[in-house]
């Protein structure tokens, strides 16, 4: 839409500039706050076209210096700061010396047949691995830690803004065909009276496809072995992801009050009172535009510190002539307002939980729910009933004292459950309520010395059923942990599971 197509382009502004300068000379308000999840769509492939980023296009000193097109002044090469993050074995340079020494000396045993070679005739690879392994070792011994604190280091990375763009071309064929499929999914969810519901599972199964492809260009990128591997470019994409993120927070703090962060958004709390939701009308008046002032906010200072205004396209082949523009398609998106949100604290101060939180729409229906038991499989269904039951209560009430007292009488009704060991319920409704489950994704031999409930489960079974019981994958167990005996020693293995359970 063309600026000078819109007749109440001055209206709008002035109502946006009337809010902010009373939020500026009235900053101590009591009002209702508005709560919005600011999400930037499709972070990492988006930061990926905006930049021209692919793995060939990380190039060194030496490789841009042989270069055709290296002049003076040249725009061609892009910089761009990532961290790279190394931990270091708390053993000291002497002790690796002295250990690659001894092992150099020594016959290992390789392979499944355990057959011993000397050290020096095994492959380079396996020689790393077994020198890392024997330093691991060292250092739980020598120093009862494998590794020293992580160090990180800022580094730079030259990106070469004319290399083939087969990639990022790639990645964004991808990204228009996912939001042509997300429009369509729109346009057909609208038609649902028309009992066109086939078309709208086609267009979101279409779109959720290709936004699983998209993510996985990262992914792809990030992954040792992989064809086209780069440290670099991972790097660059996480570190200007982080960053977008960290701006924003620092924005919605000098008004506002930030929430939750996540890797690619910001759950946030406005004033009541700050910029909204504004039309554009065409002066034809067939047109309109709605925006997002928070939203608009936050795109405004990202194309500030992320357009790439180096961006080169191939113009002629023959003549080897490019043209320079201008890319920034990384943009916040908004959800909201929001009714409520359910944040829950911690039990040390100071310390957040992360990704874990509930939010309530204006008619009391759940928004989003993250990090809870109740999403989860396996999890004690005493957690989920409560859970289930408490989110709800949340909405209750005028004050906080109100909310609190309308949560707390769901919470005490469960604790009565445990303190008097539920004794107005059925055993085996007791039993379904404190028990857990997991299925093992292997069979019990291959979790070999591993240890964790659901194996300890599987091999006391196996005691009294047999082992041809537990032998299979996709074991499902079903156990309560529990803290009794009391006994300092847990009495000999509960009497050695209870005389191998009255020898079966």
């Known amino acids: 839409m063309d600026i000078d197509s819109i007749c109440n382009y001055e209206e ?7 809010k902010l300068q009373s ?3 009235y900053p101590i308000r009591d009002e209702c706050p508005l709560i919005y999840h600011l999400d930037v769509a499709a972070m990492y492939p988006n930061i990926i076209l905006t930049n021209r980023l692919q793995p060939p296009s990380i190039v060194s000193d030496e490789v841009c210096t042989a270069c055709d097109f290296n002049r003076p002044g040249k725009t061609c090469l892009r910089k761009l700061e990532w ?6 074995f708390t053993a000291k340079k002497s002790d690796y010396y002295h250990l690659k020494k001894q092992i150099e000396s020594e016959l290992v045993e390789v392979g499944e047949d355990r057959l011993s070679k000397a050290f020096l005739d095994l492959p380079k690879l396996e020689q790393q691995l077994k020198m890392k392994e024997r330093l691991k070792k060292y250092c739980q011994k020598a120093y009862k830690r494998v590794l020293d604190k992580p160090l990180t280091e800022l580094r730079e990375a030259c990106i070469c803004m004319r290399e083939n763009p087969f990639y990022v071309d790639t990645v964004r064929s991808f990204r228009d065909r996912r939001y042509e499929y997300k429009g369509l999914n729109k346009v057909w969810k609208g038609k649902l009276e028309m009992q066109k519901t086939d078309m709208v599972v086609l267009y979101d199964s279409l779109q959720l496809a290709h936004k699983c492809i998209l993510n996985s260009f990262y992914g792809y990128v990030m992954r040792k072995g992989a064809r086209w591997y780069s440290m670099e470019m991972a790097g660059v994409v996480t570190y200007t992801g982080a960053k977008i993120i960290q701006n924003a927070r620092l924005l919605v703090e000098k008004i506002g009050r930030p929430l939750e962060l996540d890797t690619d958004g910001i759950w946030c709390a406005l004033p009541g009172s700050f910029p909204e939701n504004f039309t554009f009308k065409t002066k034809d008046g067939k047109r309109k535009l709605t925006i997002s002032y928070p939203c608009v906010m936050l795109n405004v200072d990202v194309a500030r510190n992320n357009t ?3 961006y080169q396209t191939l113009k002629d082949s023959v003549t080897r002539t490019y043209t320079t523009h201008s890319e920034c398609s990384i943009e ?10 359910v944040l829950p604290a911690s039990k040390e101060e100071g310390i957040l939980i992360k990704k874990r939180y509930a939010v309530f729409n204006h008619d009391g229906t759940l928004a989003e729910l993250k990090g809870f038991e109740i999403k989860r499989r396996g999890e004690l269904k005493l957690i989920k009933v409560f859970q289930a039951e408490v989110f709800d209560k949340f909405l209750l009430g005028s004050t906080l004292e109100e909310c609190y007292s309308a949560v707390a009488s769901v919470a005490n009704r469960w604790l009565d459950l445990l303190d008097n060991q539920g004794i107005d319920i059925a055993d085996s409704e007791l039993l379904d309520y404190i028990s857990e489950s997991s299925t093992m994704s292997k069979s019990l031999v291959e979790y070999g010395e591993q240890k964790s409930c659901s194996v300890t489960t599987a091999r006391r079974l196996a005691d009294f059923l047999g082992d041809a019981m537990v032998k299979d994958k996709g074991l499902h167990c079903r156990y309560i942990v529990a803290c009794e005996p009391c006994s300092p020693f847990t009495r000999p293995k509960s009497c050695k599971c209870i005389k191998k359970l009255c020898s079966s």
């Open 83 to 88: 961290v790279w993050r190394g931990e270091t």
């Open 308 to 310: 790439n205004d180096q």
């Open 23 to 25: 939020l500026r000379d």
């Open 12 to 18: 709008v502004k002035t109502a946006i500039s009337e």
């Open 332 to 341: 916040f998106e908004v959800d909201g307002p929001y009714k409520a949100m």
